[in-house]
T-cell receptor, first 116, second 118 residues
Framework: TQLLEQSPQFLSIQEGENLTVYCNSSSVFSSLQWYRQEPGEGPVLLVTVVTGGEVKKLKRLTFQFGDARKDSSLHITAAQPGDTGLYLCAGSLGWDGGTSYGKLTFGQGTILTVHP | GAVVSQHPSWVICKSGTSVKIECRSLDFQATTMFWYRQFPKQSLMLMATSNEGSKATYEQGVEKDKFLINHASLTLSTLTVTSAHPEDSSFYIC??????????????FGAGTRLSVL
């Protein structure tokens, strides 16, 4: 059972369209990160959200953390070919006094392709 | 932002040989680093947590004798794939947690190592 469900897994759109990627869980996260990864490279951190209901904007990207800190979304406005890549959400369960601390739980990833 | 350097970026080796991958935090000290494996067009799969000065913690199903992890200093962790076989071919990525932002548990990733075993 996937702890963090990310959808959709594949997204192919035309330049200028809007899109939303979702990450959902039954677990409460102390923080949640969104990363973008290009082929042959490591993931690059886009944003971290820590407060329930938090909304952060990064140019055309809007990130939202659910009120209960169980879900998050990434919305891209007017997508561009340069937005193409693998988008990953990753949640931290926080301190549990055990071996889970510090680990990130990753969603399955969303492969976004933006066509010119 | 924090920088994590991973080396080599690409390695080809013969079956049966061992390969060492290095992960360095360049501008911060990392008591904890993580090693991931990634298959094409898939998400990251955590292999183990590397702790400075102590034994690594391996995820279920990961052979600790196959994937040796050493975290000898606060800025360096190494992953050695011993007696590599073609099924070990994959993209290996390390990350380091910046202890100054513990509450957010942010991990910074290396650029990855593409391992091809012939």
């Amino acid at each position: 059972t996937q702890l963090l469900e990310q959808s959709p897994q594949f997204l192919s759109i035309q330049e200028g369209e809007n899109l939303t990627v979702y990450c959902n869980s039954s677990s409460v996260f102390s923080s949640l990160q969104w990363y973008r990864q290009e082929p042959g490279e490591g993931p690059v951190l886009l944003v971290t959200v820590v407060t329930g209901g938090e909304v952060k904007k990064l140019k055309r990207l809007t990130f939202q953390f659910g009120d209960a800190r169980k879900d998050s979304s990434l919305h891209i406005t007017a997508a561009q070919p340069g937005d193409t890549g693998l988008y990953l959400c990753a949640g931290s369960l926080g301190w549990d006094g055990g071996t889970s601390y510090g680990k990130l739980t990753f969603g399955q990833g969303t492969i976004l392709t933006v066509h010119p | 932002g924090a920088v994590v350097s991973q080396h080599p970026s690409w390695v080809i080796c013969k079956s049966g040989t061992s390969v060492k991958i290095e992960c360095r935090s360049l501008d911060f000290q990392a008591t904890t680093m993580f090693w991931y494996r990634q298959f094409p067009k898939q998400s990251l799969m955590l292999m183990a947590t590397s702790n400075e000065g102590s034994k690594a913690t391996y995820e279920q199903g990961v052979e600790k004798d196959k994937f040796l992890i050493n975290h000898a200093s606060l800025t360096l962790s190494t992953l050695t794939v011993t007696s590599a076989h073609p099924e070990d071919s994959s993209f290996y990525i390390c990350s380091a947690r910046n202890p100054t932002v513990l509450a957010k548990n942010i991990q910074y990733f290396g650029a990855g190592t593409r391992l091809s075993v012939l």
